[in-house]
């Protein structure tokens, strides 16, 4: 008989909040004036305690998984974290240089940060990296690094027994099957490749060694991008461990008494996925409040949206959160990514074909499965929007606040996986193409990882880490002839403020500079 492990729902979920919350309160009790920073913790601690007493403690619903198929998926994150490059111990991607400049800027400065010889202040979604910027200011830089590695793994290893749950992924053919679907999830990139090149047009990084993420989506004049997994684990992975915990809290908990304080937790850790998750909340949340109003429970539907774990959040985590990135100039323009007269034939053509390609085929292959569920709903009108804003002067829009649309996405998939056997055989095209389309989109992922494989295989061990920055201590934003001569400079101003004494967040809530 094969031995199994019992882990109790609510442990798990438990530990999902205290992973997003723990940095916020690190946050508050550190970069706060203690008359700001004690009060908004107190005040976030009283809405969680409420929140696990209402939706949590009572569940004694128990996960029974298999112990072998639990050991060799720990194993798998284990080593796709490591191949990742997070912590430095493996081939790192490009946009490493500006992570790892923040990471030892909240190691060796004091915090806030403070940069006297500029005038300027770190402005950053960097939550993800406190806890162990905690390690690295007692231990040093490898310390921290170590501790980067391991709080990412941690993360990640909780969203997975989050979706394990949701899923139903109980037995070892499911939980492999559920570890290979998180890891190596994507869009068809590899079919849009076939159209960049039909189209006699050139993707970014296409002919770059270390990464080939959504190839067809990066066309230099379009810009369209949803990001695989591993793109994300591997270029973003501070905005992409938050929401991949919540979407399943969310999936699990669909009340609108949680709502608000689940996708706060998410602001300080990723703004733009904060948006797309708001956006899903709000489609879940109005069938609700009609049928409270059509009910006449007006009583109700005030206590679930006034509850008390979402108006501490707002009181906490929003407020002070909006006033400290309202402080970097990078995000204050939110619009069109393009004006409506650049939609010409091709332009068109391409972004119909994104949508076939990123999410389309997925959606028709699982819609009667959730052709009632508003949730299958939000994620729809959601990707097909987010492509037509941005903020600030990139697409990051595009390509940030499609993750926990995609996420969830990527959990539809794994549950209709699993309904797949309860076809009769005069389904087995829809089957086939099921598998076909899963297999095409496995490409751009295992391209990705083989390609940081073969860079590690052949480059020297203080090549690994991409560091060229170092730190933010000596960099100046606004000098626009920099811009035109250093691609690095333009994105200097997604860090720093200017000034900082002249926002609100820094002349009445920060902690005064030394």
């Given amino acids: 008989m094969n031995s199994t492990v019992k882990i109790r729902f609510n442990h798990i979920a438990i530990a999902g909040y205290c992973y997003l919350l723990i940095p916020i309160f690190v946050f508050f009790m550190s970069w706060l004036r203690p008359v700001i920073g004690i009060p908004a913790s107190l005040i976030l601690l009283f809405g969680f305690f409420i929140l696990l007493r209402n939706d949590y403690l009572k569940n004694q619903t128990e996960l029974d998984l298999p112990l072998v198929a639990l050991i060799v998926t720990a194993l798998v994150f284990l080593v796709w974290v490591w191949l990742s490059g997070i912590g430095g111990f493996f081939s790192q991607t490009w946009d490493q240089h500006y992570r790892n400049a923040v990471f030892r800027d909240l190691i060796e400065f004091d915090w806030p940060v403070y940069y006297s010889e500029t005038g300027n202040a770190l402005v950053y979604n960097f939550a993800h990296w406190l806890v162990p910027a905690l390690f690295g200011k007692l231990f040093g830089w490898l310390a921290g690094n170590i501790a980067l590695a391991a709080w990412s793994y941690i993360g990640v290893f909780i969203s997975f027994l989050l979706v394990d749950y949701i899923c139903k992924s109980f037995t070892t053919r499911r939980l492999l099957f559920t570890c290979a679907i998180f890891v190596l999830w994507s869009g068809l990139d590899s079919l849009g490749l076939i159209g960049v090149k039909a189209l006699g047009h050139q993707a970014f990084w296409l002919n770059d060694v270390d990464e080939w993420p959504s190839a067809f989506s990066k066309l230099t004049y379009i810009g369209y991008q949803y990001s695989a997994n591993d793109t994300l684990l591997s270029w973003v992975f501070h905005q992409a461990i938050a929401p991949w915990i919540a979407v399943p809290l969310v999936l699990q908990n669909k009340r609108i008494s949680s709502f608000a304080f689940i996708a706060l937790c998410v602001l300080p850790f990723a703004p733009l996925p904060f948006i797309g998750l708001g956006v899903i909340l709000i489609f879940i949340a109005v069938p609700m409040a009609f049928h409270d109003l059509k009910e006449k429970q007006y009583g109700k539907l005030l206590g679930e949206i006034f509850s008390i774990p979402n108006i501490t959040a707002v009181l906490s985590i929003f407020i002070i959160f909006m006033l400290f990135f309202q402080s970097n100039i990078s995000g204050a323009s939110f619009g069109l990514s393009d004006p409506p007269s650049s939609f010409d034939f091709l332009r068109i053509g391409t972004l119909l074909l994104f949508y076939l390609l990123e999410f389309g085929i997925y959606m028709l292959l699982i819609r009667k499965q959730h052709k009632k569920d508003i949730v299958f709903l939000a994620i729809v009108i959601s990707l097909v929007v987010i492509p037509f804003f941005k903020v600030g002067h990139g697409y990051d829009f595009c390509m940030r606040a499609s993750i926990p649309a995609l996420f969830i996405l990527m ?92 926002e609100f967040f820094y002349e009445y809530l920060a902690k005064n500079a030394d």
């Avoid at 794994?414 to 309904?419: E, K, L, V, Y």
């Avoid at 052949?458 to 920055?469: A, F, L």
């Avoid at 100046?476 to 691609?487: F, K, N, P, W, Y």
């Fill in 411 to 502: 959990i539809f998939v794994i549950q209709h996986a699993f309904a797949l056997k309860q076809l009769k055989k005069q389904h087995a095209l829809t089957v086939l193409v099921f598998m076909l389309a899963l297999a095409i989109a496995f490409i751009n992922p295992v391209y990705e990882i083989s390609a940081r494989i073969n860079r590690f295989c052949n480059i020297t061990s203080c090549e690994i880490v991409v560091d060229d920055i170092k730190t933010f201590r000596d960099k100046r934003i606004g000098d626009q002839s920099l811009v035109l001569e250093d691609a690095i400079d333009r994105n200097y101003e997604n860090f720093l403020v200017p000034n900082p004494e002249s």
